[in-house]
């Protein structure tokens, strides 16, 4: 599983704008744990906790969580519960949509982190995991389709873009033959074209040394 992920990334994933990410790490809500922006043309690499973090922050916002109500709640968190260094990846939180509280470890003891309410929704972070393990792991591995072009079946492997997003693929069987696209469907329609085109070449080629023996 990769280790790092960058913005583009991260809002494939967590399905979340990237001006969102961008204004979560200057107001200090979420920042990257691997690598921050410092200047034009660095890039934000984030870790594994910190898209736990991204999935749980959006879970609250989309049961109606203003984000500052998340931001008391996690000062309240950092000041009563200090051994926790990140409370959005490591605590268990339960929302009605108005306050939200915390399921510690010690005892089941359940925190109200805005002092009232009752909890209706949870979000179980072993859960979470779970599910952002098979979203990276997707993202992040190769894989490989057959396509059908001028009545010929080749093989492609389609390659995740770790830098920029999206993805590069390639067909093995033409060398040099390869193509990207932001999506896996765009990708291998894009392939399709290149195949073609390559084929087109190698008849044009194959016609001219046909005619230069010829001549010959």
């Not at 599983?1 to 809002?11: D, E, L, Q, R």
């Not at 898209?51 to 008391?72: M, N, T, W, Y």
């Amino acid at each position: 599983m990769n280790n790092s992920f960058n913005s583009k990334m991260v809002s494939k994933i967590i399905g979340i704008p990237l001006r969102v990410i961008d204004y979560w790490d200057r107001t200090n809500f979420i920042k990257p744990s691997i690598n921050e922006a410092s200047g034009y043309g660095s890039i934000r690499l984030y870790s594994f906790t910190d898209l736990i973090q991204f999935k749980v922050a959006k879970f609250l916002r989309d049961q109606g969580l203003s984000l500052q109500k998340i931001r008391k709640s996690l000062n309240f968190l950092r000041k009563h519960l200090p051994e926790i260094e990140k409370p959005l990846a490591q605590l268990r939180f339960l929302t009605d949509g108005e306050t939200i509280f915390v399921l510690t470890n010690k005892d089941r003891e359940i925190i109200d982190t805005l002092k009232k309410g009752q909890y209706v929704f949870a979000i179980a972070i072993g859960e979470l995991i779970n599910d952002l393990k098979g979203k990276t792991s997707k993202m992040t591995m190769d894989r490989v389709y057959m396509v059908n072009v001028s009545k010929r079946r080749f093989k492609v492997i389609l390659h995740p873009d770790l830098e920029d997003g999206g993805y590069w693929v390639e067909c093995p069987e033409l060398p040099g033959c390869s193509s990207q696209g932001d999506s896996v469907e765009e990708s291998l329609d894009m392939i399709r074209d290149a195949i073609k085109g390559h084929l087109e070449v190698q008849e044009e080629l194959k016609k001219e040394a046909a005619q230069k023996r010829r001549a010959a």
